[in-house]
């Protein structure tokens, strides 16, 4: 499933989460290539209840260049989150995407997120 034309290469990074410790702010590293976003996905332990995600790209240039690709209002009672973008999304060499959920110390909710992308063969 996803957007990965023919002739790339997949990314795809993950973490865990703990938020009864601290918020997630699962940053993705860089190949020092630019790369596609296809998804974002939460999988939690546990209702996501009042918890918001948002996704920036943090960009190689400073602050003043960075962009918030999305918002979520209240999440609510899913576990589960998947965000999908409506178009092509960018992410240049040197440049991160940011990924965040809100903290919350009740319920004590743990999960995953995977980022998934794809890259172009160059050379």
């Not at 957007?3 to 601290?22: C, H, I, K, M, W």
């Not at 209702?47 to 209240?74: K, N, P, V, W």
Request: no cysteine.
């Amino acid at each position: 499933m996803g957007n990965n034309p023919q002739g790339t290469y997949r990314v795809e990074q993950s973490a865990t989460f703990d938020l009864a410790t601290a918020a997630l702010a699962k940053t993705t590293s860089t190949s020092g290539r630019g790369w596609y976003l296809d998804s974002v996905e939460i999988h939690a332990t546990g209702s996501l209840d009042t918890q918001t995600m948002t996704i920036t790209r943090d960009d190689e240039d400073g602050a003043a260049y960075d962009a918030q690709i999305y918002t979520s209002g209240t999440i609510g009672t899913v576990t589960s989150v998947v965000y999908f973008p409506t178009g092509r999304i960018y992410v240049e060499p040197g440049s991160e995407l940011v990924i965040g959920l809100t903290h919350t110390s009740t319920p004590a909710v743990t999960g995953t997120v995977k980022i998934k992308g794809y890259e172009t063969r160059i050379g």
